[in-house]
Nanobody, 125 residues
Framework: QGQLVESGGGLVQPGGSLRLSCAASGRRSDYYAIGWFRQAPGKEREGVSC????????YIEDSVKGRFTTSIDNQKKMVYLQMNSLMPEDTAIYYC??????????????????WGQGTQVTVSS
């Protein structure tokens, strides 16, 4: 089974930007799509985006649409989450996760089978 490692989190002021990276290793067959999730203290894990590797389709959750985008560097086996116009409510631990086969329920954590360890994003002045 493959492995995912996130990086790029940190402290940023409101209105700022961060780019999170998700490095994938292991079998190519383990990665049909890569999703990003976040979990704030006391809240459930929620889906943010999904990138379908086979055809480049992207899905962005409505609450972050227009601010967040996701992309891939196939050569580096990296998936990115670009976050702009960050707000304090974006503060959370961000995780990337891999889906082995496509599910339209890409917002649900249970359809992903590999998870990274998470990276903390704090938006505060």
């Amino acid at each position: 089974q493959g492995q995912l490692v996130e990086s790029g989190g940190g402290l940023v002021q409101p209105g700022g930007s961060l780019r999170l990276s998700c490095a994938a290793s292991g079998r190519r067959s383990d990665y049909y799509a890569i999703g990003w999730f976040r979990q704030a203290p006391g809240k459930e894990r929620e889906g943010v985006s999904c990138f379908v590797i086979s055809d480049g389709s992207t899905y962005i959750e409505d609450s972050v649409k227009g601010r967040f985008t996701t992309s891939i560097d196939n050569q580096k086996k990296m998936v990115y989450l670009q976050m702009n116009s960050l707000m304090p409510e974006d503060t959370a631990i961000y995780y990337c996760a891999a889906m082995r086969t496509w599910s339209a329920a890409w917002l649900l954590p249970e359809v992903y089978h590999i998870w990274g360890q998470g990276t903390q994003v704090t938006v505060s002045s």
